[in-house]
Nanobody
């Protein structure tokens, strides 16, 4: 059974940090593209960060550049999103996503096209408030 189990969400004050984890089981991450998306109440799901399978580079939404860091640990079969200097506008449910095979699309395409991903986590709530 293929699963992506997310953890690490919670409540934090503005300026604080959280580290989200997404543990994969039933398949190997290897060099498949991975991504993090988020959805705030009343808003559409948006891409936050990704690692492309075409060039292995990391891409970030403009709103989180310099504050968030995406990473992977293939030995642990886990995806991470380190979030620093959190802002109230970062409040959302965060989802991890992984493609089932490397499709080698152009880098940032993975950030704008969630349909490229085959597996999704259940979502974890991140709340940033005073």
């Amino acid at each position: 059974q293929v699963q992506l189990v997310e953890s690490g969400g919670g409540s934090v004050q503005p300026g604080g940090s959280l580290r989200l984890s997404c543990a994969a089981s039933g398949f190997a991450l290897d060099y498949n593209a991975i991504g993090w998306f988020r959805q705030a109440p009343g808003k559409e799901r948006e891409g936050v960060s990704c690692i492309s399978s075409s060039d292995g580079r990391k891409y970030y939404a403009d709103s989180v550049k310099g504050r968030f860091t995406i990473s992977r640990d293939n030995a642990k079969n886990t995806v991470y999103l380190q979030m620093n200097s959190l802002k109230p506008e970062d409040t959302a449910v965060y989802y991890c996503a992984v493609e089932s095979r490397p499709r080698y699309y152009s880098g940032s395409y993975y950030l704008a096209n969630p349909n490229l991903y085959d597996y999704w986590g259940q979502g974890t709530q991140v709340t940033v408030s005073s």
